[in-house]
């Protein structure tokens, strides 16, 4: 089929694409020309509008039958000709209709059939967003992303974004088709990855739903939000998501009066909804205003507990600043480094999460069903006993001096450390390490990811000492810094070479710190990079399982 405007706006529209065959999807939009991000490809009116609550199937199809009725014999023919998916199941207006509507809004109890946009096919990574725009009273469909010449235009058919399966699934039983995009089409070990992050986006979505309706944790709310826009990023999703997270974002913030946040993230939303819905968008408008004024927002003056005026919006940041100050994470900038005296990241073994409950510490849900951990944490015990029987049985005293065994379940039983580093006074760090009770009734923990254990050549209460002193030498607190050597407090220190975590005003301050002061040490032990994971790593916000790198300690 050669290009058509039919039923849509007479503009330049068919510079942008063609109506042509697409291999196994029948017929689709392919760009005609590179079309850029944020390009508006397509304008057009209804041909007529249908209910999407109506299940009554005589009711719906003499309603439809009426309308077509209505329409020009032009209209009628092009109405006809348009794909159907139901043809053994329906009748032609009723399976035509169903196949070919798009909705008129999210959740809208109306959708309608387009000459044009009916005719754009799907994919789970879709590089146009259509819109129903009300002012316009016309559906828009504009590029999220740059798109080739001779490529297709597809949009997403889904309203949630779900792992392959359930895709599939859906896709089969609304739409009958199999998708074989990018997406659906990775190879396994990366389809599992891409699987895990769709099922996080959308358990982030639930749990942020959640958590708008209530004040109870605002900040937990704001960095669910920062997490899925991560997770949206790294699956390469631009689509209405971004925004949508953006107002949320800003509806988090100007509940709680903070004027300075709430304007960033509603001119966030305002770019991202102007990309995908256009400039003249009432979405777009309606975000510009709260940008302008985001107390024009309902919910503003709820609570004042994050009270921030418009103008004090820091313009000096650099944009990793930046980003810290507007998700709320700066604390983490003041104190870079993990302290493992925390019984919240390093807890001791009356704190683990036993493996057969639920601990909600480390643990959240968004279905009440699947539980993910919402953190990091790590055991830091010290290595009182070695047995090597069949397995290798570690006896180790954690933090609150409780004595526990490590039963090891990996593939080497053991074998896979090296046996210089298995010797009591050195401290074990198991990441993710949960309670197990055992047959003969003793608990401790039962060993099987090699990557999840390190031994430390320490003791623990060294270990800690070393974690005091890289909360007091490594942090950075708006740009001032501690010298090691002296003691005293500057924004112009130098970095130790070697471990790049302490800091000096000079050649003799190093010295000072190297030889009195136990850097030689210390230097050598955070040479090492698990060591410095551990300081470096954020506790708080868990995105995938961290492992220790060197699989040989
Ligand atoms: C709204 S129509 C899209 C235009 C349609 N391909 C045509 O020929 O007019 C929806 C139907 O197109 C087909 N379709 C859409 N996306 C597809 C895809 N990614 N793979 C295979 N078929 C697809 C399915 O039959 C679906 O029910």
């Known amino acids: 089929m050669s290009a058509t405007t039919q039923g849509s706006d007479p503009q330049d529209q068919a510079r942008l694409y063609t109506i042509q065959e697409i291999p196994n999807k029948g017929h689709g939009l392919v760009a005609s020309t590179a079309i850029?991000?944020?390009?508006?490809?397509?304008?057009?009116?209804?041909?007529?509008?249908?209910?999407?609550?109506?299940?009554n199937?005589?009711?719906?199809?003499?309603?439809?039958?009426?309308?077509?009725?209505?329409?020009?014999?032009?209209?009628?023919?092009?109405?006809?000709?348009?794909?159907?998916?139901?043809?053994?199941?329906?009748?032609?207006?009723?399976?035509?209709?169903?196949?070919?509507?798009?909705?008129?809004?999210?959740?809208?109890?109306?959708?309608?059939?387009?000459?044009?946009?009916?005719?754009?096919?799907?994919?789970?990574?879709?590089?146009?967003?259509?819109?129903?725009?009300?002012?316009?009273?016309?559906?828009?469909?504009?590029?999220?992303?740059?798109?080739?010449?001779?490529?297709?235009?597809?949009?997403?058919?889904l309203a949630a974004r779900r792992n392959r399966s359930a895709r599939l699934r859906e896709l089969q039983t609304s739409f009958r088709f199999t998708c074989s995009c990018d997406l659906c089409s990775l190879p396994p070990d990366q389809r599992k990855i891409s699987d895990e992050r769709c099922d996080e986006i959308?358990?982030?979505?639930?749990?942020?739903?959640?958590?708008?309706?209530?004040?109870?944790?605002?900040?937990?709310?704001?960095?669910?939000?920062?997490?899925?826009?991560?997770?949206?990023?790294?699956?390469?999703?631009?689509?209405?998501?971004?925004?949508?997270?953006?107002?949320?974002?800003?509806?988090?913030?100007?509940?709680?009066?903070?004027?300075?946040?709430?304007?960033?993230?509603?001119?966030?939303?305002?770019?991202?909804?102007?990309?995908?819905?256009?400039?003249?968008?009432?979405?777009?408008?309606?975000?510009?205003?709260?940008?302008?004024?985001?107390?024009?927002?309902?919910?503003?003056?709820?609570s004042n507990k994050w009270q921030t005026e418009q103008d004090t919006i820091p313009r000096d940041l650099d944009r990793a600043a930046f980003e810290r100050w507007l998700w709320k994470k700066e604390t983490a900038a003041v104190?870079?480094?993990?302290?493992?005296?925390?019984?919240?990241?390093?807890?001791?073994?009356?704190?683990?999460?036993?493996?057969?409950?639920?601990?909600?510490?480390?643990?959240?849900?968004?279905?009440?069903?699947?539980?993910?951990?919402?953190?990091?944490?790590?055991?830091?015990?010290?290595?009182?006993?070695?047995?090597?029987?069949?397995?290798?049985?570690?006896?180790?005293?954690?933090?609150?001096?409780?004595?526990?065994?490590?039963?090891?379940?990996?593939?080497?039983?053991?074998?896979?450390?090296?046996?210089?580093?298995?010797?009591?006074?050195?401290?074990?760090?198991?990441?993710?390490?949960?309670?197990?009770?055992?047959l003969d009734f003793s608990v401790g923990i039962r060993h099987e990811n090699p990557t999840s254990m390190k031994i430390f050549p320490l003791p623990l209460d060294k270990l800690l000492l070393l974690s005091d002193k890289v909360q007091q030498y490594a942090a950075e607190a708006e740009g001032v810094r501690t010298c090691q050597g002296c003691d005293q407090k500057a924004a112009s220190l130098q970095k130790c070479a070697r471990c790049g975590l302490f800091w000096y005003c000079n050649r003799d301050c190093q010295v000072a710190g190297w030889n009195q002061k136990g850097h030689k040490a210390d230097c050598k032990l955070l040479k090492d990079p698990d060591l410095r994971k551990l300081f470096l790593m954020n506790w708080d916000v868990f995105e995938n399982h961290h492992s220790f790198e060197e699989s040989k300690n």
């Open 36 to 55: 850029a991000k944020g390009t508006h490809i397509l304008c057009e009116s209804p041909l007529f509008r249908v209910s999407r609550r109506d299940n």
């Open 202 to 302: 959308q358990r982030l979505d639930d749990l942020i739903g959640c958590g708008m309706g209530s004040s109870s944790s605002p900040l937990q709310t704001l960095h669910h939000v920062h997490k899925l826009l991560n997770l949206l990023d790294s699956e390469g999703f631009a689509d209405a998501g971004v925004p949508r997270a953006y107002y949320d974002a800003f509806q988090i913030a100007i509940m709680h009066g903070d004027k300075a946040r709430a304007t960033v993230f509603a001119e966030r939303a305002a770019s991202g909804r102007a990309i995908l819905e256009g400039k003249d968008s009432s979405t777009t408008r309606k975000m510009e205003t709260y940008a302008r004024n985001p107390t024009q927002h309902a919910t503003y003056g709820h």
């Open 335 to 438: 104190s870079q480094n993990a302290d493992f005296r925390s019984e919240v990241a390093f807890p001791s073994f009356k704190d683990l999460p036993g493996e057969n409950d639920v601990s909600l510490a480390y643990y959240d849900s968004g279905d009440g069903f699947t539980y993910h951990p919402h953190r990091h944490w790590c055991f830091l015990a010290e290595i009182v006993d070695v047995q090597r029987l069949i397995r290798l049985q570690l006896t180790v005293k954690d933090k609150n001096g409780r004595e526990v065994p490590i039963f090891f379940y990996t593939d080497g039983r053991g074998s896979e450390l090296d046996p210089s580093r298995i010797r009591p006074g050195f401290t074990v760090a198991v990441l993710y390490a949960e309670q197990h009770g055992f």
């Open 57 to 157: 199937k005589k009711r719906l199809s003499d309603s439809i039958s009426k309308k077509i009725a209505a329409l020009s014999k032009e209209h009628q023919q092009a109405f006809y000709s348009l794909h159907n998916s139901y043809e053994d199941e329906l009748s032609p207006e009723l399976g035509i209709a169903r196949t070919n509507v798009l909705p008129l809004g999210s959740n809208a109890a109306e959708g309608a059939i387009f000459l044009d946009a009916s005719r754009i096919n799907h994919s789970c990574n879709n590089n146009a967003q259509n819109t129903w725009n009300e002012n316009l009273q016309k559906i828009t469909i504009h590029a999220i992303r740059d798109i080739a010449k001779g490529e297709e235009i597809t949009i997403i058919y």
